[in-house]
């Protein structure tokens, strides 16, 4: 819990406007998922998929007292990394872990 504000509990940061519609209207969906209601927060990064892969843990790291989970999500094509999907998955996470969002994060 932070001091004068309350966590909320996932910070979502996308690639793109149709990933932010998507995140915004499915989250505000939970009772359709079977799941309880959260407060979340989207936002898109200025550089896209590039922006999310190599940026994610810098981008997040204002957010980490205020989250209690992250999620990032960005497309494998147009990131500029022409690794399998795994390797930059773990690329990104890696990241993630190293600055404070341990068992914290996904992408």
């Given at each position: 819990m932070t001091i004068g504000r309350q966590q909320k509990d996932l910070f979502v940061l996308v690639a793109d406007q149709d990933m932010y519609q998507a995140m915004q209207k499915l989250l505000a969906r939970a009772e359709c998922l079977g799941t309880r209601s959260i407060r979340y927060s989207v936002d898109r990064h200025l550089r896209r998929d590039p922006g999310c892969r190599t940026d994610a843990s810098r981008y997040l790291r204002s957010h980490i007292r205020f989250y209690r989970y992250a999620l990032v999500v960005f497309d494998r094509e147009?990131?500029?990394?022409?690794?399998?999907?795994?390797?930059?998955?773990?690329?990104?996470?890696?990241?993630?872990?190293?600055?404070?969002?341990?068992?914290r994060s996904g992408t």
């Open positions: 147009g990131c500029g990394d022409d690794a399998p999907r795994g390797e930059i998955q773990q690329n990104v996470e890696r990241s993630l872990e190293r600055n404070g969002w341990r068992d």
